[in-house]
């Protein structure tokens, strides 16, 4: 069974910083992109930040270069450093991953359970 464990979620005062982790565990063929989604109360999840295996960067444009995504392909992780935190950057983070579980699968989608982050004064 493929799961995604994340971390680091917290409150924070605006300015701060806090790092995301998430790690892909179980049994699979091989991960493509992995990334972050958030949702704040009564909005659509909206795309934070992507990475593919190879490195290619997709993000948000209110990342704004306070966000970078990075990835370890051997520890099967990928991880969200924030800074310049903000109070609209309140929500609900989920980790995001395209899994291919065996070699007779198709790649699907993968979801955390989500970290929250509130970003208060």
């Known amino acids: 069974q493929v799961q995604l464990v994340e971390s680091g979620g917290g409150l924070v005062q605006p300015g701060e910083s806090l790092t995301l982790s998430c790690v892909a565990s179980?049994?699979?063929?091989?991960?493509?992109?992995m990334g972050w989604y958030r949702q704040a109360p009564g909005k659509q999840r909206e795309l934070v930040a992507t990475i593919t295996s190879g490195g290619t960067i997709t993000h948000a444009d209110f990342v704004k270069g306070r966000f970078t995504i990075s990835r370890d392909n051997a520890k099967n992780r990928v991880s969200l450093l924030m800074n310049s935190l903000k109070p609209e950057d309140t929500a609900a983070y989920y980790c995001?991953?395209?899994?291919?579980?065996?070699?007779?699968?198709?790649?699907?989608?993968?979801w955390g359970q989500g970290t929250q982050v509130t970003v208060s004064s």
């Open positions: 995001n991953a395209r899994i291919r579980r065996t070699v007779a699968h198709m790649e699907r989608d993968y």
């Open positions: 179980g049994s699979f063929y091989s991960i493509g992109a």
